[in-house]
């Protein structure tokens, strides 16, 4: 089904980052080098060299941070750069340091080699990781991203926040919902429980903070990490969590093209970080009068998300 956004708003990292089978026992190997400079935060000057690419993993740590380590079943924000080297020769394939980059989440399974590279890194750091064949995409390659079965890619890192998978809102509790809403319902650790009242939902998009934060206030064009549990007002079905997969979620707010569905965009902004919302979501807002079969949500259906805003990043990587 098509989730609350689509990956395809960044389509090489989705391929590189996000399509590998997990795991590797690859020991670093420094020949040929590719030399780095530049300070964490600012784009990197990378300089590979003329020759073919050594067929070991290389990691190196370029600055150390000295926060939260990455471990196997969290997420980070970062900034990254990623160069397709191929025989003698190199380019640039994608970069979040140009002009205009947005901070990404890195989520779910990485490649083989990026898992070597980053699992145990502090937050703070940043990190090279030159990836051969094997540790990346192997002898299929990724014709789409324009990957041969033969190249190596090399990434650059900025390793920004750590969120586990487990995160939640930080906020102080102000409401459960309820007066003609859904009321909601959490233990600590756990998705949140919605309980749909029997009466009609709102006819418009109803936002309601469950959980005050104290934190930046989302703005549009940010970066936004939630957890989130989403429901069907007609009969409470849950078609989607995020805590189900232990896994929180990254997307750009107010992106064109939009990267998540009209209500998000509309109802989170203004928010503020170590918050929880209730969005009451009408169809117009939602998956319109197609809805998604797959989700069994019907092109009438009124859907009630709670998303826990655990962080909003601007364009330069910071909070907003």
Sequence with gaps: MRRIAVFTALPLLAA??????GG????????????????????????IPAKKANTKLTVKTLVHGSGQAFGRSDAFVGNYAIYLWSGTSHRLLQSTFKPGGKPTLFAGTLLPGLETA???????????????PKEGFGTSGDSQAGIKPTDTLVFVIDMIKDFS??????????SSGGSGLPTVTAKAGVAPVIK???????????????????????????????????????????FDSS????????????????QVILGWDKGLVGQTVGSRVMLVI????????????????????????VVDILGAFGAAGGAS
């Design 16 to 21: 590189v980052a996000l399509a590998g089978c």
């Design 24 to 47: 590797s026992s690859s020991t670093p190997a420094a020949s040929p080098a590719v030399t780095v400079s530049g300070s964490f935060g600012k784009s990197p000057v990378v300089d």
């Design 118 to 132: 980053l699992i145990g890194q502090k937050m703070g750091s940043r990190v090279l990781a030159v990836i051969p």
């Design 165 to 174: 998978g487990t995160a939640a809102a930080a906020g102080q509790q102000v």
């Design 196 to 238: 749909v009242p029997s009466g009609k939902p709102p006819a418009n998009l109803t936002t309601k903070v469950l959980i005050k934060g104290t934190g930046p206030v989302v703005s549009e064009g940010d970066t936004v990490v939630v957890q989130y549990v989403g429901a069907i007002w007609r009969n409470g079905y849950v």
């Design 243 to 258: 805590w189900k997969r232990a896994q929180p979620f990254g997307f750009t707010i107010g992106a064109s093209p939009s």
């Design 282 to 305: 009408p169809p117009a807002d939602g998956y319109g009068k197609a809805g998604s079969p797959q989700a069994k949500i019907k092109g009438t259906d009124t859907l009630v998300f």
